[in-house]
């Protein structure tokens, strides 16, 4: 496993690659690797010649009064689990090499980025998909690999490769979870063992207000999950929401798949999850 920390090098390797006719996969994050993580590193190791792993915590999405600083940055783990996986290259660039001084470009997916979670946080996903693009450029993938967790952030990405004609294939990988429901995030590390036992719930109520996706209508369903996340204490609601799966647009009584989609505080910490329903 090699570590590559300087964009050109990287990509001058990945230009090689592709000169062997080998397939290359992009597992892009900002470490803290976990279960999640690893879910989308084996399935690039399964579908590719070539797995490479980003690591680069992005001070473009995080907001001014976010946890940029305090985001967990355990390098050694890190690394023990992409050998453990037998990724073969590590990128884990410096913000300079990233974003020196007098860097200009940012990408907008317009609309999406303003919705649900860019209510919230208004910079975030031009943050996301100015990263992903220069990854994408970085590592010359051929696949990239994209937690449904963050499911705006995948839309978007699959909008932004659309849009500007990316040859990557963007690849959708299913929520990991822990055993009490909890969706694995690096963010749960900021939980206590009894935030963790409240965010549990969370999953708990979406599987709930599923049963009654057939007969009822987007509006009861959300107010319904509303009301229900407001009975937890120490559960504050950013937004919920539910929106078409094909492209977050609003959805009514005969949209044939949608996402429920959620995002709370629990304390200090920010928690997404989601889930997928289909007529
Ligand atoms: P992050 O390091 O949080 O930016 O996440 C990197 C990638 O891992 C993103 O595509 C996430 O959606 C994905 N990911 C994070 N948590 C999970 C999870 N619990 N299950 C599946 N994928 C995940």
């Known amino acids: ?3 590559i920390k300087i964009a050109s090098q990287l990509q001058k390797i990945a230009f090689k690659h592709l000169k062997n006719g080998d397939n290359i996969g992009l597992v892009p994050t900002m470490g803290a690797l976990h279960q999640g993580h690893e879910s989308l590193i084996l399935k690039s190791k399964k579908n590719d010649d070539v797995t490479i792993v980003s690591i680069f915590v992005n001070p473009v999405q995080f907001g ?9 940055r355990p390098i050694k783990k890190d690394l023990e689990l992409c050998k453990k996986n ?27 980025q303003d919705i649900m979670c860019g209510k919230f946080r208004p910079t975030h996903f031009r943050g996301v998909a100015t990263v992903v693009a220069k990854l994408l450029n970085i590592s010359c993938a051929c696949n990239a690999y994209f937690g449904i967790k963050d499911f705006q952030q995948l839309k978007i990405i699959e909008k932004m490769v659309k849009d500007l004609n990316f040859k990557t294939k963007i690849v959708p990988c299913p929520i990991v979870r ?18 963790k036992e409240t965010g549990s719930k969370i999953y708990k109520i979406l599987k709930e207000v599923s049963i009654d996706f ?8 959300k107010q319904s999950t509303i009301s229900k996340l407001n009975k ?46 289909a007529r």
């Open 232 to 277: 937890i204490s120490n559960i504050k609601i950013d937004y919920v929401d539910i929106v078409n799966f094909n492209d977050l647009s609003s959805v009514n009584k005969s949209t044939k798949k949608v996402v429920l989609a959620v995002a709370v505080w629990i304390g200090k910490t920010r928690l997404i999850d989601n889930i997928i329903l």
């Open 86 to 112: 037998h990724v073969d290259y590590v990128f884990m660039p410096t913000v300079n090499e990233m974003f020196p001084n007098n860097y200009k470009t940012f990408i907008e997916v317009t609309v999406l």
């Open 64 to 72: 001014p009064n976010e946890d940029y600083l305090k985001y967990p």
């Open 1 to 3: 496993m090699k570590v």
């Open 214 to 221: 057939k007969n009822k209508s987007p509006h009861i369903l």
């Open 178 to 195: 822990e055993k009490i429901g909890l969706a694995v995030s690096s963010r749960n590390l900021y939980l206590s063992a009894q935030e």
